[in-house]
């Protein structure tokens, strides 16, 4: 399967994903929270998997990177040729990974279904730093109403 190749080549590539907080289990929860969403949320569950993967992989260090998702969208792009999606599945993603920073509720009117899958599964997690997760930054309504049950 092409996500392990390209799981394969982060690892190669890149440091971050040895990290404690924006590592491989940083992603894997992403990954369980994305395709949990997903299927609540009409989201493209083999978008959301790449997007796990991909979202935090060009990240330079643990603290402030505001660039990080534009880096992982252009990272995917030199890895297209393991990553098993359509070219519209393929922007989509692009678009997740650009944005997952610093998209917001208030200034995103009604993302594409998988977007949001993706943006509030990585901020389900925001826990692992100590913060408690607000449905203020959340877009689908499956998500708030986890967040209101913690």
């Known amino acids: 399967m092409s996500i392990e190749r390209l799981y394969a080549r982060i690892v190669e590539d890149t440091h971050i994903w040895n ?24 989201g493209d569950p083999k978008v959301v998997e790449y997007f796990a993967i991909l979202h935090d992989c060009q990240r330079w260090n643990e603290d402030i990177d505001p660039e990080h998702g534009p880096r ?8 297209r040729s393991v990553i098993d999606l359509s070219d519209e599945q ?11 920073t610093h998209a917001k509720p208030e200034t995103t009117r009604d993302p594409d279904p998988t977007l949001a899958c993706c943006w509030d599964a990585d901020r389900l997690d925001i826990g692992r730093v100590g913060i408690k997760p607000s449905a203020r930054y959340l877009f689908t309504e499956h998500a708030k109403s986890l967040v209101a049950h913690l």
């Open 90 to 100: 393929f922007a989509l993603l692009q678009r997740a990974c650009a944005g997952h």
């Open 72 to 79: 992982a969208a252009d990272y995917a792009q030199t890895q």
């Open 19 to 42: 990290s404690p907080i924006h590592g491989t289990e940083h992603w894997m929860r992403v990954r369980d929270n994305a395709l949990y969403l997903a299927k609540h949320n009409n």
